[in-house]
């Protein structure tokens, strides 16, 4: 037997790593387990989100975002000709932004005192997790406490197997290194639409398949309208109820994807295809038979509202345990239990998560749907404000899109805010800082917002949430 730990975390993605150092910070003596590693052998820290998920999709976002405003900046009287895009260099740069980061959070390690163990972690019986490192040799360590923070993985599909250089999963996605003419993408949610706006941007046709009749079925119906007709204006063609049947690869370079929709059978011919029809919960390996952890019928680790999993001091959070797989979420899990395990009361308010979506422009939104709360019998009142009405956004010449707040008809509690926009993964904020401490509308409509400022369409949604909006006609009838 090695060492022994207060804390041992497996896994060092957002959720992992962010509690190992609040556990270190906090005085206890932490260690984090990671199986991922680098040419040289050694841990490589960040998870999914920092590697090949948040931080690398929102870095060619970005570039590809600035691309097209150099090729529309004549409309500021910016005359350009012949702008170009370097895909090698873009690549570089994401590349160097997550290099940087991950070794950012090796630095924070140290500084904190926590111990990287390289390796693939199984949690045995009595909190003893058995580390295997890349050469095949086993150490075991015993804990007061173990988070497992094992995240998740692409779902594959068996009408389309991954195809090195062709069909791709989200990490082969985020290396495609010149612009492909023809791209499908089957899944419509928040990866296929990024990762279809990447390189719609770039000028390839881009095809997206979803099997399901609604789009964005989950956000708020009007969000969901509005983002479809966007899309379509920016020639991003996704096709409906369109469930992908099977795969053929023609030549070697190019990829034949059959799908089926209300019409029948149909098919396209693509020269790269983008896998990204979900995640599930990576626990492969992870639990001994006898850990005592039990999964759900989904394959999450089970726990409660705590984290806590059946066994005492064993805890799990981010993408392997229920909720929404979001980087935050995870990060903030790893937070409560860190917290937990050192005395501290904490606990996560599940009902205020901001989910973003980072197209152009983006879909931000926190709490209830409006469908969500009719359906739950609640009376609402909503107050939406367009971005067209908005002399900042104007200047930006970003007016597309709205935010819509909905509030309780009988107490004017906020239960939900939604938008989109070409900032609403950075206005969200205000809607969930308002949200979290249980602001009414009244509370938003009574806050002072500078102008001018795109963040004063929430404040103008909060008055036309009764009516009173200044900069549109929408005064309720008495
Ligand atoms: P992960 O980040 O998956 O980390 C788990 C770590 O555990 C990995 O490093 C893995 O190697 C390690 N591990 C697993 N099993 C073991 C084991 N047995 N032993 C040792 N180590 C192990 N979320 C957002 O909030 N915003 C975004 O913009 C966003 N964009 C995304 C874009 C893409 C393309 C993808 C794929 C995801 C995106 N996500 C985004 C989701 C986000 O990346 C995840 O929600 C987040 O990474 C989950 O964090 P985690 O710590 O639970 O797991
Ligand atoms: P998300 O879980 O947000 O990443 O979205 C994945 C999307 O992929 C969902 O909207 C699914 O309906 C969709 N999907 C899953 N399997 C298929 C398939 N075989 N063909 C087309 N779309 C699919």
Same mark, same amino acid.
């Given at each position: 037997?090695?060492?022994?730990?207060?804390?041992?975390?497996?896994?060092?993605?957002?959720?992992?790593?962010?509690?190992?150092?609040?556990? *270190?910070?906090?005085?206890?003596?932490?260690?984090?387990?990671?199986?991922?590693?680098?040419?040289?052998?050694? +841990?490589?820290?960040?998870?999914?989100?920092?590697?090949?998920?948040?931080?690398? @999709?929102?870095?060619?976002?970005?570039?590809?975002?600035?691309?097209?405003? +150099?090729?529309? %900046?004549?409309?500021?009287?910016?005359?350009?000709?012949?702008?170009?895009?370097?895909?090698?260099?873009?690549?570089?740069?994401?590349?160097?932004?997550?290099?940087?980061?991950?070794?950012?959070?090796?630095?924070?390690?140290?500084?904190?005192?926590?111990?990287?163990?390289?390796? !693939?972690?199984?949690?045995?019986?009595?909190?003893?997790?058995?580390?295997?490192?890349?050469?095949?040799?086993?150490?075991?360590?015993?804990?007061?406490?173990?988070?497992? *923070?094992?995240?998740?993985?692409?779902?594959?599909? =068996? =009408?389309?197997?991954?195809?090195?250089?062709?069909?791709?999963?989200?990490?082969?996605?985020?290396?495609?290194?010149?612009?492909?003419?023809?791209?499908?993408?089957?899944? %419509?949610?928040?990866?296929?639409?990024?990762?279809?706006?990447?390189?719609?941007?770039?000028?390839?046709?881009?095809?997206?398949?979803?099997?399901?009749?609604?789009?964005?079925?989950?956000?708020?119906?009007?969000?969901?309208?509005?983002?479809?007709?966007?899309?379509?204006?920016?020639?991003?063609?996704?096709?409906?109820? +369109?469930?992908?049947?099977?795969?053929?690869?023609?030549?070697?370079?190019?990829?034949?994807?059959?799908?089926?929709?209300?019409?029948?059978?149909?098919?396209?011919?693509?020269?790269?295809?983008?896998?990204?029809?979900?995640?599930?919960?990576?626990?492969?390996?992870?639990?001994?038979?006898?850990?005592?952890?039990?999964?759900?019928?989904?394959?999450?680790?089970?726990?409660?509202?705590?984290?806590?999993?059946?066994?005492?001091?064993?805890?799990?959070?981010?993408?392997?345990?229920?909720? =929404?797989?979001?980087?935050?979420?995870?990060?903030?899990?790893?937070?409560?239990?860190?917290?937990?395990?050192?005395?501290?009361?904490?606990?996560?308010?599940?009902?205020?998560?901001?989910?973003?979506?980072?197209?152009?422009?983006?879909?931000?939104?926190?709490?209830?749907?409006?469908?969500?709360?009719?359906?739950?019998?609640?009376?609402?009142?909503?107050?939406?404000?367009?971005?067209?009405? @908005?002399?900042?956004? !104007?200047?930006?010449?970003?007016?597309?899109?709205?935010?819509?707040?909905?509030?309780?008809?009988?107490?004017?509690?906020?239960?939900?805010?939604?938008?989109?926009?070409?900032?609403?993964?950075?206005?969200?904020?205000?809607?969930?800082?308002?949200?979290?401490?249980?602001?009414? *509308?009244?509370?938003?409509?009574?806050?002072?917002? %500078?102008?001018?400022?795109?963040?004063?369409?929430?404040?103008?949604?909060?008055? +036309?949430?009764?009516?009173? *909006?200044?900069?549109?006609?929408?005064?309720?009838?008495?």
């Amino acid at each position: 037997m090695s060492d022994k730990f207060d804390v041992i975390v497996i896994g060092a993605g957002p959720g992992g790593y962010v509690a190992a150092i609040r556990a *270190a910070q906090l005085g206890l003596k932490t260690a984090c387990v990671e199986k991922w590693i680098d040419e040289k052998g050694a +841990a490589v820290l960040g998870g999914t989100c920092l590697n090949v998920g948040c931080i690398p @999709s929102k870095a060619l976002l970005e570039s590809t975002h600035q691309f097209h405003n +150099a090729q529309h %900046a004549d409309v500021h009287g910016i005359m350009t000709s012949d702008v170009t895009m370097d895909v090698k260099k873009m690549v570089a740069r994401k590349d160097s932004i997550v290099k940087n980061l991950t070794g950012g959070i090796a630095g924070l390690f140290k500084a904190n005192g926590v111990t990287v163990l390289q390796g !693939m972690g199984k949690l045995q019986g009595n909190k003893q997790v058995e580390v295997t490192a890349a050469d095949g040799s086993t150490s075991t360590y015993a804990a007061d406490n173990v988070i497992l *923070a094992t995240g998740s993985v692409p779902v594959e599909i =068996p =009408p389309a197997p991954l195809t090195e250089g062709l069909i791709l999963d989200n990490e082969g996605a985020l290396n495609i290194d010149e612009t492909p003419k023809r791209l499908g993408v089957i899944g %419509a949610g928040v990866i296929g639409l990024e990762m279809g706006s990447v390189w719609a941007r770039l000028g390839t046709e881009v095809t997206v398949l979803e099997a399901m009749d609604d789009f964005l079925a989950l956000t708020d119906k009007d969000v969901a309208k509005e983002a479809a007709k966007l899309f379509k204006k920016q020639k991003l063609d996704i096709k409906l109820g +369109a469930r992908c049947t099977g795969t053929e690869i023609i030549d070697g370079k190019e990829v034949k994807v059959k799908f089926a929709d209300a019409e029948g059978d149909k098919e396209i011919v693509v020269d790269k295809l983008i896998v990204a029809v979900g995640r599930k919960p990576q626990t492969q390996g992870l639990l001994a038979d006898d850990s005592g952890v039990n999964l759900d019928e989904r394959g999450f680790i089970f726990v409660n509202e705590q984290c806590e999993t059946g066994v005492p001091g064993v805890y799990a959070i981010g993408d392997s345990v229920r909720g =929404p797989m979001l980087a935050h979420k995870a990060s903030e899990e790893g937070i409560m239990v860190a917290d937990i395990i050192a005395g501290h009361h904490a606990q996560l308010n599940y009902d205020v998560i901001p989910n973003i979506i980072y197209t152009h422009p983006e879909l931000a939104w926190v709490g209830k749907t409006e469908q969500e709360l009719k359906a739950e019998g609640v009376k609402v009142k909503v107050g939406k404000f367009p971005f067209a009405a @908005s002399g900042r956004a !104007m200047a930006a010449n970003e007016t597309e899109g709205f935010v819509k707040i909905i509030a309780c008809e009988e107490t004017d509690r906020i239960l939900g805010v939604h938008m989109v926009g070409a900032i609403a993964s950075e206005l969200i904020g205000q809607a969930a800082i308002a949200m979290e401490f249980c602001s009414s *509308a009244e509370d938003l409509q009574l806050t002072v917002f %500078a102008h001018p400022t795109v963040s004063e369409a929430i404040h103008e949604a909060a008055l +036309a949430v009764d009516g009173h *909006a200044i900069h549109m006609a929408n005064r309720k009838k008495r």
